[in-house]
């Protein structure tokens, strides 16, 4: 888990760009509860979506673009969480701006679009990050925690399974598709806990809508330089809600099944900084099992902490150093995306 022991000497004022699903239930509420973190103004502009950023935060400026944002000062850094297809040029103008980004998942169409991102970054001086929050999931966390504790051994294989009954927030269409949203999460999520990828394998399933062809699932396969390997799967349109981590090793296994407990507090109405001590907590029920020649023991699960994203953002801008999820490891995991749908394009495995 980032430490968090460090603390800036003001806050990071931060704006927001975009209040949709991303921007109302994963960013704002993880901001507000971030240490060091002053959210200063959204940006909204259909008129539904400004009653939703005025019903949750009536005290906050609410500008129609980025651009009115920029002209009123008064912040030091950007998130952007608008579809996709918008977020480059708003990244753009952020950085010709001289803030500091935050840029939602998938942060570029492509490797190559990530790596003129992070150049614009670093010509400018300013810092550019990627919202990989899911490596602060209590499931994630506590994989991690048994992994460093040695309590598997050498780690052979990791197979992580996301599946969701939820065909509405598929994004439709040829730029859109589940390779690059879930597939943004759960591959990022294997390169942090397994290191470098060498190859790619991949398989995808398609389904015609009126916005095109669009990839609805997928399963991914990689080999790790350190030897392990990781196999990935995800899906919206078969009527499943999976979550299952499973690890082998050289010492035993570990196997857990959750949905994501941060996920379900927010959608459930609850706001980490009414109870940032307690949140974020697995129950017992839903903790995993850890099984080796000792037998089977329950793991206690840890913190799920996506504020602590925003807290490691701004001791990186007011700070110095890096922000928790650099673009070189977002370009890495779009790299591999990439090769994926190659992969699956022309049935062979891809080199990285």
């Known amino acids: 888990m980032l430490a968090t022991e460090t603390r800036v000497a003001r806050p990071m004022?931060?704006?927001?760009?975009?209040?949709?699903?991303?921007?109302?239930?994963?960013?704002?509420?993880?901001?507000?509860?971030?240490?060091?973190?002053?959210?200063?103004?959204?940006?909204?502009?259909?008129?539904?979506?400004?009653?939703?950023?005025?019903?949750?935060?009536?005290?906050?400026?609410?500008?129609?673009?980025?651009?009115?944002?920029?002209?009123?000062?008064?912040?030091?850094?950007?998130?952007?969480t608008t579809p996709p297809q918008t977020r480059r040029d708003l990244v753009l103008e952020a950085i010709e701006a001289g803030l500091h980004v935050v840029a939602d998942k998938p942060f570029a169409p492509s490797a190559e679009g990530a790596r003129e991102l992070d150049a614009a970054a670093k010509a400018k001086g300013v810092v550019l990050g990627v919202f990989q929050n899911r490596r602060w999931d209590s499931d994630i966390q506590t994989l991690a925690k048994v992994i460093r504790d040695g309590s598997l051994g050498k780690i052979w294989r990791v197979h992580s399974r996301m599946d969701f009954d939820d065909p509405a927030t598929l994004e439709a269409g040829p730029t859109g598709g589940l390779l690059r949203d879930l597939g943004s999460h759960l591959v990022d999520q294997m390169l942090w806990l397994l290191g470098p990828a060498v190859t790619v394998d991949a398989q995808l399933d398609f389904v015609d809508l009126p916005q095109g062809r669009t990839d609805a699932g997928f399963t991914i396969t990689l080999r790790h330089e350190s030897g392990a390997h990781s196999h990935i799967s995800a899906s919206k349109l078969n009527h499943l809600n999976t979550r299952e981590l499973r690890a082998y090793g050289e010492a035993g296994s570990y196997v857990a099944q959750s949905m994501d407990i941060q996920a379900q507090s927010i959608f459930a109405g609850k706001r980490p900084v009414n109870n940032l001590k307690d949140w974020g907590f697995e129950p017992p029920a839903n903790w995993g099992a850890l099984r080796t020649a000792k037998g089977v023991s329950p793991v206690?699960?840890?913190?799920?902490?996506?504020?602590?994203?925003?807290?490691?953002?701004?001791?990186?801008?007011?700070?110095?150093?890096?922000?928790?999820?650099?673009?070189?490891?977002?370009?890495r995991t779009l790299a591999v995306l990439d090769a994926a749908r190659q992969?699956?394009?022309?049935?062979?495995?891809?080199?990285?």
Request: proline share 5%.
């Open 343 to 352: 992969s699956a394009t022309e049935g062979r495995s891809i080199s990285l």
């Open 13 to 80: 004022r931060i704006g927001l760009v975009g209040y949709g699903t991303g921007g109302k239930h994963f960013h704002a509420p993880f901001m507000m509860a971030a240490e060091g973190v002053d959210l200063t103004g959204i940006v909204a502009r259909a008129p539904a979506t400004i009653v939703s950023v005025r019903e949750d935060f009536p005290d906050l400026p609410v500008y129609a673009s980025l651009t009115d944002m920029i002209a009123a000062g008064g912040i030091d850094a950007v998130t952007i």
């Open 300 to 331: 206690k699960s840890e913190q799920g902490r996506y504020h602590d994203y925003y807290e490691a953002f701004a001791q990186a801008v007011l700070g110095g150093g890096l922000p928790p999820v650099t673009a070189e490891e977002g370009t």
